[in-house]
């Protein structure tokens, strides 16, 4: 995590952006904070200016479309992007997470979860919430009665199963130990070998693929 972050804020709202600077100042004292009112704004400023994290309102000038993730990434690959937004998130956080977001927080959470949303992001990780972690659980026990198109898809052991059913109910690594009376390396290990199966590289992966192919996943966890 960098000990003095650059950071984009690019939001229309003048309150937003004062209650923003100062969840940031308040868990990163000495960071350096940038402000933009349009999508267009954001990007020349990214265009000049190396950035760790963009904090950026779907519902901007410019903006509201999954193609602005993409824009910024134009101007700044590797620059990390955590949505904040009024917008429902049960409805737009997985299309902006499947479109490249590292994180969708809303305009209505508590300044330390949008605290905890920016820590996370600007170290390099990934943030969902709660609400979305439910969701893709939720679609997937809905789901369970579907008819899979193809058994033993992803080649997963019973253990794997297992810690897959947890995974989807948002549980993290020493938790699912702790529940199963396992080792972390022993989890971190399954994890790591549940990542290469799916072909992704972290939980949010993961998260969405499964979101994206259940029909074929649902005959792996019965």
């Known amino acids: 995590m960098p000990a003095n972050p650059r950071i984009l804020i690019i939001e229309d709202h003048e309150i937003v952006i004062w209650a923003l600077t100062k969840v940031i100042t308040g868990t990163f004292a000495n960071a350096t904070i940038f402000s933009a009112p349009t999508l267009d704004q954001g990007i020349e400023i990214l265009q000049d200016n190396f950035m760790n994290l963009v904090v950026v309102d779907v519902d901007i000038p410019g903006g509201n479309s999954i193609k602005m993730i993409a824009a910024l990434r134009s101007a700044q ?62 679609n997937f026990l809905r789901g369970r009665s579907r008819e899979a198109n193809s058994s033993n898809h992803f080649n997963l052991t019973i253990r794997e199963k297992e810690i897959t059913r947890l995974l989807l109910k948002g549980k993290w690594t020493k938790e699912i130990a702790n529940e199963l009376g396992l080792q972390l390396t022993t989890i971190s290990t399954h994890k790591g070998r549940i990542f290469e199966k799916f072909g992704v590289t972290n939980s949010i992966e993961l998260y969405i693929k499964i979101q994206k192919e259940l029909p074929l996943f649902l005959k792996e966890l019965t």
């Open 77 to 138: 690959p590797k620059v990390q992007i955590l949505i904040h937004t009024g917008m429902e998130e049960d409805i737009y956080a997985l299309e902006y997470l499947s479109a490249g977001a590292n994180g969708f927080v809303s305009k209505k959470a508590p300044f330390l979860t949008v605290s905890e949303a920016i820590k996370l992001v600007i170290s390099g990780k990934n943030y969902i919430s709660p609400l979305t972690k439910n969701i893709i659980s939720d």
